[in-house]
C-alpha cells in the first residue's frame, strides 16, 4: 500500500467504525443497560468478527456475492430479521424496570461475531475499504494494513459508544426512562435498516 493512502485510510475507517450503524447503536444500548464490563464480550465480538469478515471478503468472497446476487438478498434478509428481533427485544412491553433487567441481556462474544456476517453496514464498510485501498501487487501487505488499523481505531471508537451508554445509565435507571430509551433505540435500529432496503 502506497504511504499516500495511509491517512484517507484512518479517515474512512474513523466515518465508517465512528458513526451510527447497528454496532454502535446495540453497544449504546448495552453500556445503558449493563454497563461497560458486561459487554466487553459484545464488543471483542463485533472486532474479531469484523477482522474475519474483512480476510473473507479480500480473498474472494466479496466477488462470489457479486458473481451471486442471491446470495447477497439472503444475508440482507437474515441482517433484517436479527435487527427485527434486536428491535422487539429492546422495544416489547414489560411491567418494570427490574422485569427489563431480566430480561434483556448483553449480545455474546459469538452472537456479536456472528452478526457481522449480516451486518449491512460492516459488509458495505469492508467490501469499500479492500476494493478502494487493497493492492494487488502487494496484496498480503495492504490487507494486513487495513486489518491492522481497523482493529486499533475499531475497539476505541466503538466502545465510546457503549461508554456514552454507561453515562446515560444512572440517569436512565429512573422512572420509565430506561424503558423510553430502550424503545428509542429500537426505533433507530429498525432506521438503520434503511441502506440495505434501497
Known amino acids: 500500500m502506497n504511504p499516500d493512502q495511509y491517512l484517507p485510510l484512518v479517515a474512512f475507517t474513523m466515518v465508517m467504525v465512528g458513526t451510527p450503524g447497528p454496532n454502535n447503536l446495540m453497544l449504546m444500548s448495552a453500556g445503558a443497560n449493563f454497563g461497560f464490563r458486561r459487554s466487553i464480550p459484545h464488543i471483542l465480538g463485533i472486532t474479531v468478527g469484523c477482522q474475519i469478515l474483512l480476510w473473507a471478503i479480500a480473498l474472494g468472497l466479496g466477488q462470489l456475492l457479486e458473481a451471486y446476487p442471491q446470495a447477497a438478498l439472503i444475508l440482507k434478509a437474515c441482517g433484517g430479521l436479527f435487527l427485527l428481533y434486536m428491535a422487539y427485544q429492546l422495544a416489547r412491553p414489560r411491567k418494570s424496570k427490574l422485569e427489563v433487567d431480566k430480561e434483556i441481556k448483553p449480545l455474546t462474544f459469538l452472537q456479536a461475531a456472528l ?10 464498510m469492508l467490501v469499500t475499504v479492500v476494493s478502494t485501498f487493497g493492492d494487488r501487487e502487494h496484496f498480503f501487505i495492504s490487507v494486513l494494513t487495513i486489518a491492522v488499523i481497523f482493529f486499533f481505531m475499531g475497539i476505541p471508537l466503538i466502545s465510546a459508544w457503549n461508554i456514552g451508554g454507561v453515562a446515560l445509565k444512572s440517569w436512565l435507571h429512573v422512572g420509565q ?3 423510553r430509551f430502550n424503545r428509542a433505540m429500537a426505533l433507530l435500529l429498525l432506521l438503520s435498516m434503511y441502506p440495505m432496503m434501497v
Open 115 to 124: 452478526f457481522q456476517w449480516v451486518n449491512p453496514k460492516a459488509w458495505l
Open 177 to 179: 426512562r430506561l424503558v
